[in-house]
């Protein structure tokens, strides 16, 4: 026997609404326990660099340069 041959042709458009029934969802957003602001799940906290609890990352803090009154 041969291969299965498909039995009709399937519309451009029934086959772009078979694809358009899934919902993407966001990414799994948290809570800081440190600092309070919102990163994504099992990451570490790019505000403050603390990773379940612990300091992980150091986070440089720019301190804004002072013009020079002439």
């Known amino acids: 026997?041969?291969?299965?041959?498909?039995?009709?042709?399937v519309?451009?458009?029934r086959k772009l609404?078979?694809?358009t029934h899934y919902k993407i969802t966001a990414p799994g957003m948290?809570?800081?326990?440190n600092c309070?602001?919102?990163k994504?799940?099992?990451?570490?906290?790019?505000?403050?660099g603390f990773y379940d609890g612990k300091?992980?990352?150091?986070?440089?803090?720019e301190e804004p340069k002072e013009e020079e009154s002439k």
């Open 11 to 13: 519309s451009k458009t």
């Open 17 to 19: 609404k078979r694809r």
């Open 40 to 48: 994504l799940n099992h990451r570490v906290c790019p505000t403050c």
């Open 36 to 38: 309070g602001e919102l």
């Open 55 to 61: 300091l992980v990352k150091e986070i440089k803090v």
């Open 1 to 9: 026997m041969g291969a299965i041959a498909q039995q009709r042709r």
């Open 30 to 33: 948290v809570v800081c326990s």
